[in-house]
């Protein structure tokens, strides 16, 4: 049976205790140093982390606080992972989904397919001519304009019936190196089967207002992309330290630190990317009204700010959100 350890405490299992606190984020405490001595600033740390965690801080590291600390919780699995923006090899998916919209866009201009309208200010609309690519559908604007107002160009944004690589829906980003008349580029949301899915449309129109409203339009890619790696980084540490896998069918990906997971009631420019997509499927109102309250085509500076740095959340932790 492991021993309780408090100030004084000294061995293997102080060194153990010290690794599984560094391995926990967030704190406002610096690292421990892994030394095995059970002094003031460990001391500090268990208190930190038994606030953290609904626990007595008492200082004390006994059985529940180890438990917490080494365990998975009550913590339940997913559901469902709302995005495949996350996903390794959504870009190679991405560079192919652009090369193909391209492609069609060229023989249109040519005259080989004919485009059904043009849009007020100038930007091809396709219409049944292209099964795979077509603007959003009445229903898909509605589910678009009730959130987010007249922030999203709708005119730039397009819907196919293609996923990632994981068969999760995801959006990309084609710009117009070419001189192709795309404008400042376009957003395809790729929905799969979910088009008249209102959860998966509005998810994936976040992402087309991070392009929108980003220096970079591309930037929210590498932020997803960046913030599900780190997540995959801090959960296999975490097991290392523990010596064994979480029992949690979410892990690696997704347990315990999660790229989509959130704490409520930060600035938005204290989330990332899949943070705030996901906090806007969910309703959160804060988030929604500065979505919805930006004009269309000018840049954000809290999005730019979102998107410059990767971020996860801890699920384990009180009062967090992740499905």
């Known amino acids: 049976m492991a021993r309780t350890l408090s100030v004084g405490s000294s061995g293997p299992d102080v060194t153990t205790l010290q690794q599984l606190l560094n391995a926990r984020p ?7 140093r ?7 600033k460990t001391q500090a740390r268990v208190m930190e982390f038994q606030r953290n965690n609904g626990l007595k801080a008492d200082g004390i590291a006994g059985p529940l606080t180890m438990a917490k600390l080494t365990n998975a919780g009550p913590v339940k699995p997913r559901a469902k ?14 560079q192919m989904i652009a090369a193909q919209f391209i492609s069609e866009f060229r023989r249109g201009q040519s005259g080989n397919q004919q485009f059904a309208l043009t849009s007020s200010i100038g930007a091809p609309v396709f219409g049944n001519i292209l099964p795979t690519f077509k603007p959003p559908n009445a229903t898909q604007a509605k589910f678009i304009t009730d959130v987010f107002g ?3 160009d709708l005119t730039r944004v397009f819907i196919s019936d293609k996923t990632g ?5 995801f959006t990309a980003f084609i710009g117009d190196p070419s001189g192709l008349g795309l404008g400042p580029g376009i957003c395809v949301m790729n929905c799969g089967n979910e088009g008249g899915l209102e959860s998966t449309i509005v998810h994936e129109a976040t992402h087309v207002w991070q392009s929108q409203h980003a220096s970079n339009p591309a930037r929210y890619m590498e932020n997803c992309l960046g913030s599900q790696a780190l997540a995959v980084q801090l959960n296999l540490a975490e097991a290392a330290l523990r010596g064994s896998p979480f029992p949690n069918s979410d892990f690696p990906g997704f347990f315990p630190n999660d790229a989509y997971a959130f704490l409520p009631g930060k600035p938005f420019s204290q989330y990332a990317g899949e943070q705030i997509a996901f906090q ?6 804060a988030i929604r009204n500065h979505v919805k309250g930006v004009r269309a ?8 700010a979102s998107l410059s740095t990767k971020r996860v959340e801890d699920t384990r932790l009180p009062n967090v959100v992740h499905s």
């Open 26 to 32: 967030p704190s406002s405490l610096p690292l421990l």
């Open 34 to 40: 892994a030394d095995g001595i059970f002094g003031s």
């Open 81 to 94: 992972v709302p995005c495949g923006n996350t996903v390794e090899g959504v870009r190679g998916q991405g």
């Open 150 to 152: 007249t922030s999203i």
């Open 165 to 169: 690589p994981t068969g999760r829906p």
């Open 280 to 285: 806007v499927e969910k309703g959160v109102v």
């Open 297 to 304: 085509g000018v840049v954000d500076a809290d999005n730019n």
